[in-house]
Each structure stands twice: as structure tokens, then as C-alpha cells.
Nanobody
Framework: QVQLVESGGGLVQPGGSLRLSCVAS?????????MGWYRQAPGKQRELVAAITKNLNTNYADSVKGRFTISRDNAKKTVYLQMNSLKPDDTAVYHCNLQRPGTDLWGQGTQVTVSS
């Protein structure tokens, strides 16, 4: 069974850091997939935070540029999101996404709360 499992969320004070991880399991062509992190805050639409292609090209939401870094380890079938200088507006459920032609897979999400 193919699935994505996120971890690393939690409660952090403004200015703090967290590192999210997303592990893909099952028979899946991880290395040729585009991996992304999305987030959804209460009452808001889900939005793209960061994505990384099979060629290691990255793109970020304007709101996180310079603070967040996405990376991947194909051998471990894992994608990471390093989040620094966190702000209360970053509070949301963060979801991992895997895309390739014919496949659009989502994880259950991990809660990130930025509060003092």
C-alpha cells in the first residue's frame, strides 16, 4: 500500500524552527516524482508552501521565501521542510504531496502551531 506519512510538527514559539519529514512507503517511483508541502489553516484554502522536482528545482510561496527550505533524499524516499523564523501566520496543518503523471498522493498532515 502506497502512502505518505508526515512527522515533525508541534508547538513552537515565534522565531523558532521545526523540521518536517515525509516518508513514502510502498511501491512508488519516488525519485521521479515532484514532492511538495502544502498547508491549510482554519478557514483558509490549502496553499502550496514549497515543491521540489526530480531535478532538484525548487519553488516557494512568497510568504516563506528565505525562511523555509525543501529538500529530498531519494534513497530514503523522504522529503523534508526546514522551517526557520516561524511566525504565527505559519500555523496550519502541513501536508506532503507526491505528483507524477497519473498519480497525486497526499499524506494525512502534521499540525504546526506557532504561538507564544
Amino acid at each position: 500500500q502506497v502512502q505518505l506519512v508526515e512527522s515533525g510538527g508541534g508547538l513552537v514559539q515565534p522565531g523558532g524552527s521545526l523540521r518536517l519529514s515525509c516518508v513514502a512507503s510502498g511501491s512508488i517511483f519516488f525519485s521521479i516524482s515532484t514532492m511538495g508541502w502544502y498547508r491549510q489553516a482554519p478557514g483558509k484554502q490549502r496553499e502550496l508552501v514549497a515543491a521540489i522536482t526530480k531535478n532538484l528545482n525548487t519553488n516557494y510561496a512568497d510568504s516563506v521565501k528565505g525562511r523555509f527550505t525543501i529538500s529530498r533524499d531519494n534513497a530514503k524516499k523522504t522529503v523534508y521542510l526546514q522551517m526557520n523564523s516561524l511566525k504565527p501566520d505559519d500555523t496550519a496543518v502541513y501536508h506532503c504531496n507526491l505528483q507524477r503523471p497519473g498519480t497525486d498522493l497526499w499524506g494525512q498532515g502534521t499540525q504546526v502551531t506557532v504561538s507564544s
